[in-house]
C-alpha cells in the first residue's frame, strides 16, 4: 500500500492515519482497504464538516441569533468535537478561531446586560407610574372610567419585565393595594346606590298609584295641582333601577296623559262654545272704543256701564283670547276714569251726593264680587276666579277714585 501525503495529514504504507500537530503528528485512525488516498479524503471531509460548523458559528455569533450563553454552550460543543477530532486539517486554526470568539461572546454579554439594565430601569419607572397612577384612581370616585382604566394599567404591567424580586414585589404589593382598595369602595357604592334606587322605586310605585287615581278626575284646577305636587315628588325620589326606571316613568306619564288630554279636550270645547261670545265682545269694544275721546262724560258712563252690563251677559271668550279683549276695554275704563277725574275737579261740592252714591254702589258691587270670588275659589274653578279678580281689580279702582272725589268735594 503506497503513502497518500496532505499538508496536515498522511495516510502511511500500513494504513495508519496520522494529522499534524504542530511540530509532531497524531494518530487518528486507519486505512486498511482501498486506496490510502480515498482514506486521506474521508478524513479531509471530516474537517471540512467542522469547519463548516465553526463558520456557521461564527456567523450566528455575529448576527446576534444566539444570546452570549447560548454562543458559549455552542462554542464548547464544537470545541470538544474539534480537540482530538479524527479529522485532516489546520485544527489549531480552528481552535484558534474557536478562541476568537470568546472575547466576542463577552462583549455581547456586557451589551445585553446593559440593554437589560436598561430596559429594568425603564420598567421601574413604567411599573412606578401605573401604581402611582392606580393609587391616585382608588383615592377618587370615577367607578365607570377609573375600573376600566385599572384594567388598562393591569394589561400594561403584564407587557413590562420584571424588576429585581424585592423591587417588583414591592411595587406590585402597592398596585394590588390600589386595585383592591378601589374595588372595595366601588362595590360598596354601587350597593347603596341600589339600596337607595330600590327605594325610590316603590316611593315611584306609590306615586303612580296616586298619579293613576287622579287621571279620571275632572276637576280640572285642584288636580292640576296635585299632578304638579306629584311631579315635585317624583323628582325628589331619585332614579329607579335602570331596568325599571323609564317603565315606571312611561306607567307615571301616561297617567297624567290620561287627565291632560282630557283636560285639554274639555278647554277645546269650552273655547270652540266661547267663541261666539268673544265675537259679541269685540263688536261691544267697538262701541266701547268710540266713546273715545270722552266729550260727553255721562254719556260715556251711561253707555259704559250698559257696554259693562252686555259684556258681562256675554259670557266667557276662549283663553287664548282673555288678555286681549279685557285689555281693550280696559283701556276704555280708565279713559273714562280719567275724565271722570278731571270733571269731578271741576265740578262743584252739590255733586259730592253723587259721589257718596257711586261708592255705595261700588261697594256693594265689590262685596258682592268678593263673595263670587270666594266661592268660585273654593270651586276650583280658575278661569271665573280670572274673570272675577279682574272685575274686582276694576271695580276697586272706580270706588278708590270715587272716594278720592267725594273726599275733593267734602
Sequence with gaps: MTTAEHPWGRVDAEGTVFVKTGDSEREIGEWKVGDPAEGRALYVR???????????????????????????????????????????GDLASL???????????EKQREERRAEREAKVAEAT??????????????????WRAGADRLRELLEEWKALPRLSKSADDQLWHRFSAARTAYTR???????????????????KEKLIAEAEALSSSTEWGPTSGAYR????????????????????????RAAQDVFFQARDAANAALDEEFAANAVVKEQLLVEAEALLPVTD???????????????????????????????RLRTVEQAV???????????????????DDMIGKLQRAIDETREALAKAEAAGDARKVKDLSAKLESNESFLAMAQKAAADFG
Design 337 to 355: 276714569r280719567a275724565a271722570g277725574e278731571q270733571e269731578w275737579k271741576r265740578s262743584d261740592p252739590e255733586k259730592s251726593a253723587r259721589a
Design 297 to 327: 262724560l255721562d254719556k260715556a258712563r251711561r253707555a259704559l256701564n250698559d257696554i259693562a252690563d252686555r259684556w258681562e251677559a256675554a259670557g266667557k271668550v276662549p283663553r287664548g283670547r282673555v288678555k286681549e279683549l279685557e285689555g
Design 229 to 252: 305636587d306629584l311631579m315635585t315628588r317624583w323628582k325628589a325620589a331619585g332614579s329607579a333601577p335602570r331596568n325599571v326606571e323609564d317603565k315606571l316613568w312611561k306607567r307615571f
Design 125 to 142: 419607572v413604567a411599573k412606578t407610574r401605573i401604581v402611582e397612577e392606580a393609587e391616585k384612581i382608588a383615592a377618587g370616585q370615577d
Design 95 to 105: 481552535e484558534a478561531r474557536l478562541d476568537a470568539l470568546a472575547p466576542a461572546i
Design 46 to 88: 471530516r474537517f471540512a464538516g467542522l469547519e463548516t460548523e465553526v463558520d456557521l458559528l461564527e456567523k450566528r455569533l455575529a448576527s446576534g441569533a444566539l444570546s452570549p450563553d447560548e454562543a458559549a454552550k455552542a462554542v464548547a460543543k464544537v470545541r470538544g468535537e474539534v480537540t482530538d477530532a479524527a479529522a485532516i
Design 185 to 203: 369602595k366601588r362595590k360598596a357604592h354601587f350597593a347603596e346606590q341600589n339600596t337607595q334606587r330600590e327605594a325610590a322605586q316603590k316611593v
